[in-house]
């Protein structure tokens, strides 16, 4: 079972407030000023397709792959209705591989902090580069080192009418690895609440880092920015957006 394993069915009831229609809208400013035309679009790590559902009803053409079957299941449900929906691969990040270059690749809510090793975050913006056109985005954020840190020793909740989700949450230092020990509990039918267990692992890359990855794998004109905005990020910013050429 994936990491998104149990979470999966009930990950958009618990995840509502996530804005994504605000994501979305600035993501497609940024593609409309990108250095070439814009129709194709992956959405790395796209879990339950809210993202790539949006950008397919926007008129794009959307691919979206995710390392979770669970996720997947919860995507192409949600796409059904859709005129022209997201085709749905299921493949790690750092396994990717399409059939033809895309104009722009898009990795939204923190999707690349899971990738917690060197050589997979390495591997997965050299594959990036690999399937995106000449002169194409990449666009994604990720979660700080100072949002990470601060989520030391944590405890969060979500809930919904039916589900309840607890978070506890502990950061290394050494390892530089936020860890979430996820309780999700479910009310069956029956009545009875049926609970599951999940462990999550995200890493606090530097900016440092990104950028010589991403420098590295092929990419110019690197951009940092805070979260949803075009001011330079705040010390205190909990999500950093990144574009690379």
């Not at 994504?20 to 339950?48: N, Q």
């Not at 902090?113 to 002169?135: I, M």
Request: positive net charge; glycine residues 6%; hydrophobic residues 40%.
């Amino acid at each position: 079972m994936s990491a998104y394993g149990a979470l999966a069915a009930s990950y958009d009831g618990l995840m509502a407030d996530g804005d994504y229609r605000r994501r979305v809208a600035f993501l497609e400013r940024r593609l409309r000023k990108s250095p070439i035309p814009v129709s194709a679009v992956l959405d790395l790590a796209c879990g339950t397709g809210t993202i790539a559902c949006l950008l397919a009803e926007r008129g794009y053409e959307v691919l979206a792959a995710d390392g979770s079957e669970e996720m997947l299941v919860q995507a192409a449900a949600k796409a059904a209705p859709l005129k022209r929906p997201p085709l749905f691969l299921c493949q790690p990040m750092s396994r990717l591989r399409l059939a033809q270059p895309v104009d722009a690749v898009v990795s939204t809510l923190d999707s690349l902090n899971y990738l917690t090793r060197e050589r997979d975050l390495r591997e997965t913006f050299c594959r990036v580069r690999r399937w995106l056109k000449p002169g194409g985005l990449f666009l994604f954020d990720v979660n700080t080192p100072y949002k990470l840190r601060r989520m030391d020793r944590q405890l969060y909740m979500d809930e919904t009418e039916e589900s309840l989700c607890v978070w506890r949450t502990f950061f290394s230092e050494r390892r530089q690895v936020c860890t979430y020990q996820v309780d999700l509990f479910r009310l069956r039918s029956d009545g009875a609440w049926e609970r599951s267990f999940e462990e999550h692992r995200e890493r606090a890359w530097s900016e440092a880092e990104l950028r010589r990855h991403l420098t590295e794998a092929g990419f110019s004109r690197v951009r940092l920015t805070g979260d949803l905005t075009g001011r330079p990020p705040r010390p205190e910013e909990d999500r950093w957006q990144f574009q690379a050429e």
